[in-house]
């Protein structure tokens, strides 16, 4: 079982920088990918950031905009978000995929942090 925390949302002026922060607590026989969705009010969740091994994806709306980034170790995963916009405005959500010993795959997700971005 693996518990994901995030920290570091907050209210920011259009512009602004914040940086997530999520940290993962548990085991788990192998991490795929380490992630940050979103969602807005009365939308769905979508895909931010994903970061793999070696190699990093973005959604089209934030790129050039954020990073995401994780320690060697797997344990923490960040979203420095830069030139913030009010369409930002989200609860942002880490997400850890991986596989059990036995190979059958496995998601966490995180209970979220609000993010508002004022005009």
């Known amino acids: 079982q693996v518990q994901l925390v995030e920290s570091g949302g907050g209210l920011v002026q259009a512009g602004g920088s914040l940086r997530l922060s999520c940290a993962a607590s548990?085991?788990?026989?192998?991490?795929?990918?380490m992630g940050w969705y979103r969602q807005a009010p009365g939308k769905q969740r979508e895909l931010v950031a994903v970061?793999?091994?070696?190699?990093?994806n973005y959604a089209d709306s934030v790129k050039g905009r954020f990073t995401i980034s994780r320690d060697n170790a797997k344990t923490m995963v960040y979203l420095q978000m830069n030139s913030l916009e009010p369409e930002d405005t989200a609860v942002y959500y880490c997400?850890?995929?991986?596989?059990?010993?036995?190979?059958?795959?496995?998601?966490?997700w995180g209970q979220g942090t609000q993010v508002t971005v004022s005009s």
């Open positions: 970061i793999t091994s070696g190699r990093s």
């Open positions: 548990g085991s788990i026989f192998s991490i795929n990918a």
């Open positions: 997400n850890v995929a991986g596989a059990r010993a036995s190979g059958s795959t496995v998601v966490y």
